[in-house]
């Protein structure tokens, strides 16, 4: 080993996006590279949240694999005051200069050879304020301090070795005001105090990715969790401890669930959740340290609704499911990011519907993956794994694809294998891959080995090729069918080439007598296949018990047929899976709009909630393009005959001991038959609701969040004003969050502009900044208005929201106007108005657009003159 050491001499750089160095390309330039990598990182920064700024030293541990004289590793926006690099007490002259935005070159004097180093560094930086990196925010009239560093924020903070592949331990200490609790992934190792302020150590993590640190310094509250098989806290901001209930009540039975599942313990020392008031995601999931943005994680005790405690245990267990998932055994590169997602979408699901049942989160899922699938029958869509080349807005891969085509198809091929197979599969994988890094290459591996066949082909053509699969079943003679593949686009969409996947089919069938299923993999075009025990085919359903990833149709008569018994034949998930399947058919053009209304009709009064609200969401996707303005009362007519009944059934307020489905589904029922049925006395009841709520009487919240959107439509100025003002006094997150989404509910059109002014007017947070404008971007007619003020108003987001944000602006050009896609088109292609990944989500909002314009020429007449027989029927 030939010692390197240096001390270089000591100038001021401001790591600017401006700068830039001449420097030998990587062979890869989107990444560091293997030549000098780290083995440790310790990380001292005095962070006191009062203050604009923060100051920190590093010392990092580095193996030098090959002879090089020079490195490179991640900072931006940074100053560095001082690098030195030692080894043995020898010095080694260095320079270094910024490679690109956001990496530093370091060139030493002379070739290191093999061996260790240390780096250390000392810096600066402001806090950001805009909830990336390590920033500051103010609520409740004090300061604290969080940290985001998904995907490539941690650079932003501290310099860095910022891609996941980099796994090593870090030890943290922080400095900061006496009176402020210091938080990070692992427990306190010591204190010492320093006058006014005291320096907390913290004990080493085992290896993590930069990504995975956390940081969160402020008077918070702590609350114990008691009943888990380590310690943990649910942090709150100072005065909100109270509101932490309900977390602490869920999390322990979720995280011993999850310990059952994967045979060992949970991996780390802690299990802090931690609410933040300004934070752009759900929750992250830092091990021992979880961040969750506030709303998801606290509530009211004495009022919390089932929506609530639901979608809490939901978001709790997917981030639970991590620790071993992601964080224990970590992707490589971002090209499996889907795979953190997809596994700890599918974990969460399984998990929940373990402990809690009666929230249904396995049906409830069903309506993510239609979701999915929507995106995914769009030639803007992407194969959901794939080569990643630059760090730029890598939050666009953790999509609706990476979580919920990711999730069914993980459920599909665990049925395939049956789920003790897959289990022996993953637990393999986590065995032979702890505290390191992993692919999804990996885990096709340790699943083929646990089946004893390979999984990896059949299951890359789902992960590796755009799009999803359509599968016909054609009933033949006796007792057999014949399958036949495609794939799914919009009607007339021919696809740019040819696709074929391996589908492992479940058909649901029944000869006269009770139902049978059987198992294919569908490798060809064609294939025809033999149902066992039958001799000729009663009923047919492709996609037994909703499991597979894949659209399904069958002759016309056969779909009939199904849609009349679909109470006695079909599961409810599979149920839910019809009504979607169904608005797939129409858009692909393998449906007609009067047909589709006929056949849905009679799911509006099934028995079970959930495929009530997969009703409502198959009618939410289709009624721009079927429903015109001179056929809007004929559709409130079938609105109320198929939704009335059901509101009616269940009733407008919450019993004692209902089914939690059925609390679930009231909201949607209310608001639907208010506003889309027009029925005025249920609007009457939403209004009086909604006095209430503002009164300050207990109102279920998630009939308050509808009571006041319904009664904000037709509201005046004072109920404007009194949103406004119980926005800007809220206490509770979810309070928050209410009042300003109604704000963006007031239909006057002078109210309107109250509200969009009050965007950046008001005191509203960043994540906040895009809630009234996507509301108002719900009303069909006052969307050229908000999209309108979105363009005038452009500099304005630019100002507040980060780059990784501004990209789904195009958004507001949704529906079904191709006049309003041609000006987003030229708006957005100005360079000012495109920051990297802005094209891509265009792109996407184009083919949602063409669809529903298309749709609408092609289905609009029929459904309508449907629609309005119907009404003279009546």
Request: charged fraction near 20%.
């Amino acid at each position: 080993m030939r010692p390197c050491a240096a001390l270089a001499p000591i100038l001021l750089l401001l790591l600017a996006s401006g700068a830039s160095a001449d420097t030998p390309p990587a062979a890869d330039p989107a990444r560091l590279g293997a030549q000098v990598v780290p083995t440790f990182q310790a990380i001292e920064l005095q962070v006191n949240a009062d203050r604009p700024d923060y100051r920190g030293s590093t010392r990092i541990e580095l193996e030098v694999r090959e002879p090089t004289s020079s490195f490179r590793f991640h900072a931006q926006g940074l100053k560095l005051e001082r690098l030195a690099l030692e080894a043995g007490g020898r010095p080694v002259r260095v320079t270094w200069e910024l490679s690109t935005p956001s990496m530093v070159t370091v060139t030493a004097s002379e070739t290191l050879e093999p061996g260790p180093c240390v780096l250390s560094i000392d810096f600066s930086n402001a806090f950001d304020t805009r909830a990336a990196g390590l920033y500051r925010l103010e609520t409740g009239g004090h300061a604290y301090a969080f940290t985001q560093f998904e995907a490539v924020e941690a650079r932003r903070a501290f310099p860095c070795w910022d891609e996941p592949s980099f796994k090593h331990p870090y030890q943290l200490t922080l400095t900061v005001p006496s009176g402020h609790l210091a938080l990070t992934n692992m427990p306190i190792e010591g204190e010492t105090p320093r006058g006014d302020a005291r320096t907390v150590v913290f004990r080493r993590t085992p290896p993590l990715p930069s990504y995975l640190l956390a940081i969160a310094t402020g008077p918070f509250d702590e609350v114990p969790i008691p009943g888990m098989s380590i310690p943990g806290n649910i942090i709150t901001p100072r005065g909100q401890g109270a509101w932490a209930a309900e977390a602490v009540r869920l999390t322990p039975p979720l995280l011993a669930a999850l310990e059952r599942y994967f045979g060992r313990p949970y991996p780390f020392e802690k299990l802090d959740l931690v609410a933040v008031p300004e934070y752009w995601y759900g929750a992250m999931e830092n091990p021992g340290a979880i961040v969750f943005v506030d709303r998801l994680l606290l509530a009211d005790p004495q009022r919390v609704s089932v929506e609530q405690r639901r979608r809490m245990a939901s978001v709790i267990a997917h981030e639970l499911a991590h620790m071993w998932f992601g964080d224990l055994v970590t992707m490589a590169w971002w090209d499996d990011l889907w795979l953190n997602e997809s596994f700890a979408t599918w974990m969460g699901t399984r998990i929940v519907d373990e402990v809690y049942p009666g929230f249904q989160a396995g049906v409830g899922r069903l309506e993510n993956v239609d979701g999915a699938m929507q995106i995914d029958a769009r030639l803007s869509t992407r194969a959901i794994r794939q080569p990643v080349r630059s760090a730029e807005n890598l939050t666009q891969l953790a999509d609706a694809l990476a979580y919920n085509k990711g999730m069914a198809v993980l459920g599909m091929f665990e049925q395939w294998l049956s789920p003790e197979t897959f289990r022996r599969g993953v637990l393999g994988y986590l065995d032979a891959h702890a505290w390191g890094n992993a692919s999804a290459a990996d885990l096709w591996s340790a699943l083929s080995r646990a089946a004893g066949r390979p999984v990896g082909t059949a299951m890359s053509t789902f992960l590796d090729q755009p799009g999803l699969p359509l599968v016909l079943a054609e009933p033949v003679e006796g007792n057999r069918v014949r399958l036949t593949q495609q794939r799914l686009l919009g009607a007339g969409i021919e696809a740019p080439q040819p696709a074929l996947w391996q589908i492992p089919v479940t058909l649901r069938y029944s000869g006269g007598g009770s139902p049978r299923t059987t198992s294919v993999l569908l490798t060809e075009e064609t294939q025809v296949v033999a149902l066992p025990g039958v001799a000729t085919v009663t009923w047919l359903h492709p996609n037994a018990d909703e499991l597979g990833y894949y659209r399904w149709s069958v002759p016309p008569e056969v779909m009939r047929s199904l849609a009349e018994h679909a109470t006695s034949w079909l599961t409810p998930r599979e149920r839910v899976g019809f009504v979607g399947n169904l608005a797939a058919l129409l858009a692909a053009g393998a449906a007609r709009g009067d047909e589709y209304l006929r056949l849905l009709a009679p799911f509006g009064a099934d028995p079970e909630p959930r495929v009530v609200r997969a009703f409502i969401g198959s009618l939410e996707q289709v009624a721009d393009p079927l429903v015109e303005p001179a056929t809007e009362a004929a559709f409130a007519g079938y609105v109320r005959s198929t939704l009335g009944p059901a509101l009616e059934r269940i009733g407008l307020d919450p019993q004692a001991d209902e089914p939690e489905a059925v609390a679930l589904l009231r909201p949607d029922l209310m608001r639907w038959v208010a506003e889309r049925g027009k029925d005025a006395r249920v609007q009457a009841h939403a209004d009086s609701l909604a006095l209430r709520a503002l009164a300050g009487e207990a109102v279920d919240p998630a009939l308050a969040d509808v009571a006041l959107g319904l009664a904000a439509r037709h509201g005046d100025r004072a109920l404007f004003d009194a949103c406004r003002h119980h926005f800007e006094t809220a206490a509770q997150p979810a309070d928050r969050l209410r009042y300003l989404e109604a704000l963006g509910r007031f239909e006057d059109p002078a109210l309107t502009d109250s509200a969009l002014a009050y965007v950046f007017a008001g005191p509203l947070r960043p994540q906040e900044v895009v809630a009234i404008p996507r509301v108002v971007a719900e009303d069909r007619a006052r969307r050229d208005r908000v999209f309108e003020w979105m363009t005038a108003n452009y500099p304005a987001f630019a100002r507040r929201l980060p780059a990784m944000r501004l990209i789904y602006l195009p958004g507001f050009a949704a529906g079904c106007s191709t006049d309003r896609l041609e000006r987003a088109r030229a708006f957005f292609a100005d360079p000012a108005h495109s920051p990297p990944g802005t094209e891509k989500e265009l792109a996407k909002t184009a083919d949602a657009v063409n669809e529903c314009a298309a749709l609408s020429r092609r289905e609009g007449q029929a459904a309508g003159a449907y629609l309005e027989r119907l009404a003279r029927s009546r």
